[in-house]
């Protein structure tokens, strides 16, 4: 077994929910706040449980000898005493979904739109092609990337003639951001948690040694470096690309040491 499967099995799963509350097409303002905070902490759980049944599978399927009940109660454990700040961020987050639910907007594709990138997470930059995406009806761009509110206000400030409304919009956006990024971040600071003790665990009951979540993560950046200067249509770059590859196999040998840019 690499450290690799559960990386991926970890971050494949743990997500689901919240890539699903962004898939609401059509509504208003007040429809896609609602519909992202929705039964979330339930939906966060069930995650989490599907991930655990999939770590178990994954060692059966492995021939790796642990008993089930092992992970079953570390898992519990896990949940039980570190989900705590990520359930007070989702609090948070209903907190401001109310002032949302609160707040009349005009109705406006361009504003609709964007709030979803918000809920999305565009870049921070508001010449991006993420952001000139959402505000013409699409939702492009990283999932979890932070807006920040000058890019809002002028995005908004370009839509409407009255600086006192779309003043107080761009301050609803951006305390919703904010603490919709806090959410983001502390369910992934959970994650690494989770993926450090299940690991550990592991390896206490095996021979078995792992990566840790950091040096995954370097690798798989750096290998997303090296596809970019291969890929490049204007000015490929295959020697940078070559050399980023060999750093991300220096680090992660088991996940790119059968890759080529050939």
């Known amino acids: 077994m690499q450290t690799i499967q559960i990386y991926d099995l970890l971050n494949e799963t743990c997500y689901q929910g919240l890539v699903r509350r962004n898939d609401l097409e059509d509504g208003s303002i007040h429809d896609i706040a609602f519909n992202y905070i929705e039964n979330l902490e339930g939906d966060l759980r069930l995650d989490f449980d599907q991930f655990t049944t999939g770590v178990i599978d994954l060692l059966r399927t492995s021939k790796v000898q642990i008993e089930p009940s092992k992970i079953h109660n570390l898992m519990l ?35 609709k739109n964007f709030f979803k990138g918000v809920t999305d997470g565009l870049t921070n930059n508001p010449n991006s092609k993420s952001v000139q995406g959402a505000i013409i009806g699409g939702t492009i761009g990283s999932f979890f990337g932070p807006v920040v509110g000058t890019a809002i206000g002028s995005a908004i400030g370009a839509w409407f003639g009255g600086q006192m409304q779309a003043e107080n919009f761009r301050e609803i956006f951006t305390r919703y951001d904010k603490v919709h990024s806090k959410l983001i971040s502390e369910w992934g600071l959970f994650l690494k948690k989770v993926f450090r003790k299940l690991t550990s665990l592991i390896a206490e009951e095996t021979s078995l040694q792992f990566l840790t979540y ?49």
Request: glycine share 4%; charged share 25%.
């Open 214 to 262: 950091e040096v995954v993560e370097k690798s798989i950046d750096l290998f997303g470096k090296a596809f970019d200067c291969a890929a490049d249509e204007k000015n490929p770059n295959l020697p940078k690309a070559l050399n980023l590859l060999d750093q991300a196999i220096s680090v992660n040998s088991g996940r790119y040491s059968n890759v080529s840019f050939a």
């Open 77 to 111: 454990q896990v949940f039980t005493y570190e989900f705590n700040v990520v359930r007070s961020a989702i609090r948070d987050l209903e907190n401001i979904t109310g002032v949302i639910l609160s707040t009349e907007f005009p109705d406006n594709d361009d504003l």
